[in-house]
């Protein structure tokens, strides 16, 4: 995680806004607690729980978001699509942050810019439903919202929304938070050894060959620089790391949002850099009026339905004084969509003189059920929107500064196509999400060599 910084110059929050302001406004999304009491009882626990993030670190990202949005950078931001409380086991985090690290080298290598590394866990326990109900077999529960909410059994008691799992959710994101700075700072992530970045389970896989490639360029350019200098460089024995998630229960987000000692304002303790959802982004909701009062760095989902009069009202109200580094918009509009719909979209904010950061989420709008009822995704329309992407920003003399993934380093096999080809058929083989289908490592890293190749860094594929 990052050093702390210099004090930042003070700001105050918008007026007549509190933490629980939100609270008087229309909300969507959140649980339905039968019991007020107990409710209360664990956000008074909850807020006395110790922050899981500081404002340095906040502050910093935020520098650096800025830094990207001007082209000096580029964000990568991955990992689950809804994380579960079972899966908090040094494995599965480590092979998550492998794949973060492997991807990101193929972009430091082909870009020849610094990485802004973002996770999407430590705190991705939340889930927005198309439905507040869920009906099998003539039964009718309430839906599965994410661990944070309820559990995924299909009874009663599993599908109620226990305010208990708030104080859970705090403590799966701590430790999944210490592990990660555990493994940054105790060097996992140094340039000198990326072997230690290895996942065993694709050791044959078509891309190692490229991607061994890149890595002994590296090492020999750092041995030479080394020679250079006359000593290890020690800047490149460890990276910052980030966390993110969807704000979406805002009860949790209430509880950890805190006033800290020499800043003015509010912070959102619970994570570096929160965003809202598409189905959270009304103007006049609660989501949007938590969201601008806190200093985070924040960022906004945003699809082919939204209007370009709608963002400039949105950006508006959540980042008023334009502040660098404040707001991102992550578009997500679908292969098949995304030319028609994204051009009005980066007009309408270029031509208000607002210089956002811009993110393209190619999974989300191309998410499909197939013929068995399983969700899944074709790495096809994925690969196509992301390079279309590139395409729409440089005919509107925008930049796309960053990409979005849900990922896993687990050898699943959840979206159809890639390196391995998956089919329908292998679908059934390892799928292991409870939510939404993930690129595993391969897919993964392709699309990172997609975007090296978009920048004329490697050759085409042939």
């Not at 004084?321 to 991102?328: D, Y």
Request: with cysteine; proline share 7%; net charge neutral.
């Amino acid at each position: 995680m990052a050093s702390p910084e210099p004090i930042a110059p003070l700001s105050t929050a918008p007026v007549e806004w509190s933490p629980s302001s939100w609270q008087a406004c229309p909300h969507t999304q959140q649980p339905v607690y039968a019991d007020a009491a107990e409710l209360e009882r664990s956000l008074s626990q909850l807020s006395q729980l110790p922050p899981l993030v500081t404002s340095w670190e906040i502050l910093s990202l935020k520098r650096l978001l800025a830094e990207a949005a001007a082209g000096q950078r580029f964000l990568l931001q991955g990992g689950d699509c809804a994380e579960s409380f079972d899966d908090c086991t040094s494995p599965l985090i480590s092979n998550r942050l492998k794949v973060m690290l492997q991807m990101s080298l193929v972009l430091v290598h082909g870009l020849k810019l610094p990485v802004v590394r973002v996770g999407r866990f430590a705190g991705q326990y939340a889930k927005p439903r198309s439905a507040d109900s869920e009906t099998r077999d003539g039964v009718t529960l309430p839906s599965y919202r994410g661990d944070l909410v309820n559990a995924a059994a299909f009874t009663a008691e599993a599908r109620r929304a226990d305010p208990q799992r708030l104080i859970r959710g705090h403590a799966r994101s701590a430790m999944t938070m210490n592990f990660v700075r555990a493994l940054v700072d105790g060097g996992f992530a140094d340039l000198h050894h990326p072997e230690y970045w290895d996942l065993g389970w694709v050791q044959h896989s078509p891309l190692q060959v490229e991607y061994r490639a890149m890595v002994e360029s590296i090492g020999n350019s750092l041995r030479f620089m080394e020679t250079l200098a006359g000593e290890p460089l020690g800047s490149f024995q460890r990276v910052d790391f980030y966390t993110s998630h969807e704000a979406l229960v805002l009860h949790y987000e209430q509880a950890l949002t805190r006033q800290v000692p020499r800043q003015a304002g509010w912070f959102n303790l619970s994570t570096h850099f929160p965003w809202i959802g598409m189905r959270t982004a009304a103007l006049d909701g609660a989501h949007v009026e938590y969201f601008r009062g806190i200093r985070n760095p924040i960022a906004v989902k945003v699809g082919p339905s939204v209007t370009p009069d709608q963002l400039r009202r949105l950006a508006d109200a959540l980042d008023p004084e334009r502040e660098p580094g404040r707001l991102t918009l992550i578009h997500r509009m679908g292969a098949t969509k995304i030319e028609g719909a994204l051009p009005p979209l980066l007009a309408a904010m270029k031509g208000g003189g607002r210089t956002p950061l811009w993110v393209c989420d190619p999974m989300h709008g191309n998410t499909e059920t197939v013929g068995n009822g399983v969700k899944t995704r074709r790495f096809e329309n994925i690969r196509g929107e992301l390079d279309c992407a590139f395409d729409v920003h440089a005919a509107a003399g925008t930049r796309l500064g960053g990409v979005h993934l849900e990922l896993t380093g687990e050898n699943v096999t959840e979206c159809m196509g890639g390196a391995r080809d998956l089919t329908e058929t292998d679908l059934a083989r390892a799928y292991k999400s409870q939510v939404d289908p993930r690129l595993n490592y391969e897919q993964s890293l392709e699309l990172a060599m997609l975007i090296v190749r978009k920048r004329g860094a490697l050759p085409p594929t042939r």
